[in-house]
């Protein structure tokens, strides 16, 4: 199993431009999350999804949208591109809170650099 | 509101040293905590959790935790710290959302661990 992948794993991209980041996981687990790590702030969740085609909104979600089209995949996109997006970026998946096997498993992570 | 307090944001430990670092939460109900690893340019490894019984909780790598529900801590820490162990230590409590089952990590904003020969 290869767990969560991300996609790619490092991209410059100039203010305004667009991208999006793709994560993927093997586990077929319902839930996702994606974090951003900045120095010193830990990691905060940006978006989050509970189950395909179901997405909701983390603790700083603003400038981002994501998509989970597939049970195994979740989207993170950037529309128009800000310096203040600079970041580490994280995927993770997991099963439910009831679940003994509930950790969040996480993926190598997207080093984003806007110019 | 929720939140996870790391005070420290380096330790410097001398390897065969013992280890603990500090997490402080603030979580209104029964708290879901955990302790992840990250290494240099790596992603989050679980190191151990700790949900309901027995508060001294055994994980990886030799590492222990303690659930003090007075003291709203669950400080992390290792007998004898090897050089491998250097790396960047997280605390994290999981709060349910409102569907099914789900939940989010608060994170505290970690503690960087230095090992020295």
């Known amino acids: 199993n290869a767990g969560v992948t991300q996609t790619p794993k490092f991209r410059v991209l100039k203010t305004g431009q667009s991208m999006t980041l793709l994560c993927a996981q093997d586990m077929n687990h319902e839930y996702m999350y994606w974090y951003r790590q900045d120095p010193g702030m830990g990691l905060r969740l940006i978006h989050y999804?509970?189950?395909?085609?179901?997405?909701a909104k983390g603790e700083v979600p603003d400038g981002y949208n994501v998509s989970r089209l597939k049970k195994q995949n979740f989207l993170l996109g950037l529309e128009s591109a800000a310096p203040s997006q600079t970041s580490v970026y994280f995927c993770a998946s997991s099963y439910g809170l009831t679940s003994e096997y509930n950790e969040q498993f996480f993926g190598p992570g997207t080093r984003l650099t806007v110019l | 509101a929720q939140s996870v307090t790391q005070p420290d944001i380096h330790i410097t430990v001398s390897e065969g040293a013992s280890l603990e670092l500090r997490c402080n939460y603030s979580y209104g109900a029964t708290p879901y905590l955990f302790w992840y690893v990250q290494s240099p340019g790596q992603g989050l490894q679980l190191l151990l959790k700790?949900?309901?019984?027995?508060?001294l909780v055994q994980g990886i790598k030799g590492f222990e935790a303690e659930f003090k529900r007075s003291q709203s801590s669950f400080n992390l820490r290792k007998p004898s710290v090897h050089w491998s162990d250097a790396a960047e230590y997280f605390c994290a409590v999981a709060i349910p959302t409102r569907m099914d089952s789900s939940y989010k990590l608060i994170f505290g904003s970690g503690t960087r661990l230095l090992v020295r020969p």
């Open positions: 700790y949900f309901s019984g027995d508060t």
């Open positions: 999804s509970v189950g395909e085609g179901t997405t």
